[in-house]
């Protein structure tokens, strides 16, 4: 419990702070605890934030030209914050177990291990499919990519809403939306 409590009151600080440099300051901190895994977890988190800080700063620098305003400070400021709780979190997750952080409440035990097991199990599928994508097509890439694409892509929206209809049953059997 005392490792919960410690994990979100650091994640609400980092939060609350406004300041780049307060900001970069924490950053280092976490990069200095974090040595061995540094490169690593930052591939991670980059990999993980880019689409979204991408999407967000384009947006904000759109808004800020039409508005005649400075958006550099913003950008800087959002997308430094985004990946100092982004790293802060692979790491803390890194060092304890998501299942233990969760142990305190039987009902978010339940949903994370239903939602963990999901995840592997569509991992394991999609692996299985981008092997099986490898093994059959090596001419005519292009083409067969994208139709390996859209089946794939339509196989796991149509299990995504089977399997939802079938978590939505079992939660109710056990008395989650009483």
Known sequence: MLINISFLIVFFILLWLKS???IFLA???IFVISYKDLLKLGKKVFKSIVLFNLGISLGYLAMALFKDISPWYYILYINLKVFTMTFFVFWFFSKVSIVE???FSKELSYLLSITLSQIYSYKKTFEDFRLSYKARFI???RQRRNDFI???FSFFLKKSMSDSEQRVLAMRARGFFD
């Open 139 to 141: 001419k005519n890439y």
């Open 20 to 22: 780049l440099i307060s």
């Open 150 to 152: 859209k089946v794939v």
């Open 101 to 103: 952080f969760f142990s």
């Open 27 to 29: 950053l280092v901190i």
